[in-house]
C-alpha cells in the first residue's frame, strides 16, 4: 500500500526501503472539458540541483529535447503529447546510486507547452498526481495527489527527491507558477 501525502509531507525512501536504488517517477493528469478548442500538451520536466536548489550546467534539466543526465542517472522516457489514457502521462526513471553527489535535490515538474497562446492554465487540469515507484518490483511506494489547488498557473513543481543525512527522501510539493516551462528554468538557474 503506497504512502498517500499532502501538500508539504516529506517522507523517507531509502531507510525504510534498503537497497532500493532505482525508481520510476510518474506523472499523471486529466484535461478538463473546455470550450479553448487547442489541444493541451502537458510535459514533465526534472531538475538536478545543486547548492542553492540550481543546476549545476544546463545538462542538468532533463525534459523533452534531453531526455537524459550524462550520468545516465536521469532518464525522461518520453513525451506524451495527448495525455490520454490510464496511468502516468510521462515517466523519469531514476537510479539514485549513480546521482553525482554534487547533486542535493532533483525537483519534478509538469509544464503545459504553449500555454498563453492558447490560453490554457492549470486550473483546466484535473485529477493531476506523482508517484514514486519501485522500478525493481514495481510496487508504488509512495503518492501525492495535487488537488484543484491551481487557476491561472502554466507550471507546477509537484515533488522532489532530495538527500538527507545520506538517504533519500521526497517532499510533495505542489507550488505552482505562471510563465510555464521559461519560469521554472530561470527559477532553478537554466540558461534560456
Known amino acids: 500500500m503506497p504512502i498517500s501525502l499532502t501538500k508539504g509531507q516529506k517522507v523517507d525512501l ?92 532533483i525537483a519534478f515538474s509538469a509544464t503545459i507547452y504553449d500555454a498563453e497562446n492558447r490560453r490554457q492554465n492549470f486550473g483546466q487540469v484535473s485529477n493531476a498526481y506523482i508517484r514514486i515507484i519501485d522500478d525493481t518490483n514495481h510496487v508504488e511506494l509512495v503518492r501525492y495527489d495535487l488537488g484543484e489547488d491551481f487557476s491561472i498557473e502554466t507550471a507546477v513543481v509537484a515533488g522532489e527527491i532530495y538527500r538527507h543525512n545520506g538517504e533519500w527522501k521526497f517532499n510533495a510539493v505542489g507550488a505552482g507558477f505562471q510563465g510555464g516551462l521559461e519560469a521554472l528554468c530561470r527559477n532553478y538557474g537554466v540558461n534560456v
Open 14 to 105: 531509502t531507510k525504510t526501503n534498503p537497497g532500493i536504488s532505482k525508481l520510476i517517477v510518474g506523472l499523471g493528469w486529466d484535461v478538463n472539458k473546455y470550450d479553448g478548442g487547442e489541444s493541451f500538451d502537458l510535459d514533465t520536466s526534472a531538475f538536478l540541483l545543486g547548492t542553492g536548489d540550481k543546476v549545476t550546467s544546463d545538462a542538468d534539466f532533463i525534459f523533452y529535447s534531453n531526455l537524459e543526465h550524462p550520468s545516465g542517472s536521469v532518464k525522461h522516457l518520453g513525451d506524451n503529447r495527448t495525455g490520454e489514457g490510464d496511468g502516468d502521462d510521462e515517466q523519469i526513471m531514476v537510479d539514485l546510486s549513480a546521482v553525482p553527489e554534487n547533486i542535493q535535490k
